[in-house]
């Protein structure tokens, strides 16, 4: 596929975002910060996230 069919969107976690440790496995992509469809969701094993930690989750969508 064409690399100019690729949408692509980073959304990051800074440390202390949460304030306390959490375990992650899942993930959702909206249209919107409140009240948004979900356009993608994403299950996975559990990423540990420290309060200090940060972590930053990548999604690729390819339109043909």
Do not use: H, Y
């Amino acid at each position: 596929s064409s690399s100019t069919n690729v949408w692509q969107n980073l959304g990051t976690f800074a440390a202390a975002n949460p304030g306390s440790a959490v375990a992650i496995t899942e993930a959702g992509l909206f249209n919107a910060s409140t009240t948004g469809t979900m356009l993608a969701r994403g299950t996975f094993a559990a990423i540990n996230k420290a309060t200090a930690d940060s972590l930053a989750l990548t999604w690729q969508i390819t339109f043909s």
